[in-house]
């Protein structure tokens, strides 16, 4: 298994690609050149930092430090999702639904990938445990950032309509049964859509890159197929999870809607 | 009877009881609360307070329950799915009472939003009444009408009366409180309320 090495001054004509990005933002009046600069700027400090911290966590092969790298992905991705709303759930309540159901879907998936279909020696070995988390928290943090705007976003403009079935006495979740439904079919769209598509649209980047490093394009699939039955089981338990637990923070015992505990964008 | 003790929500603080086959109006300027107190007294809002249908204290019964004896109807009605007939649970019992109110009975597969808001409220109310509740918590529930309709809503509301149907009336129309409240309740900008004769 042979690949062609890289060494950072192979990155620099690539680079040019994102800076002529900018300058066409510039030209055109987009105002996205910031935004570009700062994204940029970000994904080249978060690879080259995760490089090392890798490197370092390959070789250490430590329950302790794999779970606090796991963790601190889980916090990160609960923070995005918190970030990405433009109604939330308020502080403790936001960040502790979309950590807990990262936690419960990202972490039970890759567990059972981990125990079952690639069996490492030892089973927690971080060149397999993170980026395999990795991929599925990426993908089910968008699930449920999707699926929780649409929640949120529908209550506001739906609530006459909500109450309307509550005040005849429907229980909250006959009266947000069609919002649940559409947060539900939003979340999965994402995974939905890369399934159908992949293999005749897009390559993955995961197999590309394992083909560009050698592997056989055949067990490069095996390795994809695994990862996409992961990313969906793993999105539709987490987006399931999140919707269900907004639709119950959003209503109450006595079966009200309590709009009053979403925070809008600017209040916080 | 309807018994409301205390009953607290912002600035409301209410108290009042209200008999079995009674009909009180509810009258104060715009934005004085008195939608915030037909929802309270629904529980479709938090609030404080003691209400008891009958004796039963509302939080001995669940909440779809007590909104099923207890039942507000909303100056503009909601509505969750596409046409008229959906949001019945039996279409063909509530024809003669739409066709009391005026619609024709061909109205049922209607899209909702080809509705005038007249139709809505009309149609929101058949759907309220087919529950047949000990108590309706009517929000201006003729504000989108024309005469002839008012007469019929106000008909179809006298005859739930004379079966025992209690109803709380909101309307800024001074006439029809007096056709149709047998006592007139007057909330004030403090959230307070006080009884007037028709």
Known sequence: MTYIQLSYGDLILPALLVLMDGALSIVLRLRLERQLAIASFRMVLQLVLVGYVLTFLFAAVSPLWTALAALAMVVFASREIVTRQKRRLPNLWGYGLGAGCMLLAAGTVTMFALLTALRPDPWYHPRYALPLLGMILGNTMTGISLGLDVLTNSLVRERAAVEACLALGGTRYQALLPILRDALRNGFMPIMNSMAAIGLVSLPGMMTGQILAGVEPVDAVKYQLLIMFLIAGGTGLGTLAAVLGGAHLLTDTRHRLRLDRIVTEGEV | ?198
Request: proline share 5%; glycine share 8%.
């Open chain 2, 1 to 198: 009877m309807l018994s409301v003790r205390a009953l607290k929500r912002l600035h409301i603080s209410v108290s009042f009881d209200l008999a079995d086959g009674e009909c009180v109006a509810l009258q104060g300027p715009s934005g004085v609360g008195k939608t915030l107190l037909l929802r309270a007294i629904a529980d479709l809002d938090p609030n404080d307070g003691t209400v008891r249908l009958d004796g039963t204290l509302r939080e001995q019964v669940a909440g779809p329950v007590w909104r099923r004896r207890v039942t507000y109807v909303a100056a503009e009605p909601g509505w969750w799915s596409d046409t008229v007939q959906e949001h019945f649970a039996a279409w063909d019992d509530a024809l003669p009472m739409v066709t009391r109110l005026g619609l024709p009975y061909t109205c049922g597969p209607w899209l909702i939003q080809r509705l005038s808001s007249g139709e809505r409220q009309r149609l929101g109310l058949v759907r309220a009444l087919m529950l047949r509740s000990k108590v309706l918590l009517l929000d201006e529930p003729t504000a989108a009408l024309d005469s002839s309709s008012v007469a019929a809503v106000e008909s179809l509301i006298a005859e739930r009366v004379s079966n025992g149907t209690s109803v709380v009336w909101s309307t800024h129309d001074n006439a029809q409180a007096r056709r149709v409240g047998s006592r007139i309740l007057v909330m004030s900008a403090d959230g307070k309320i006080e009884e007037n004769q028709p």
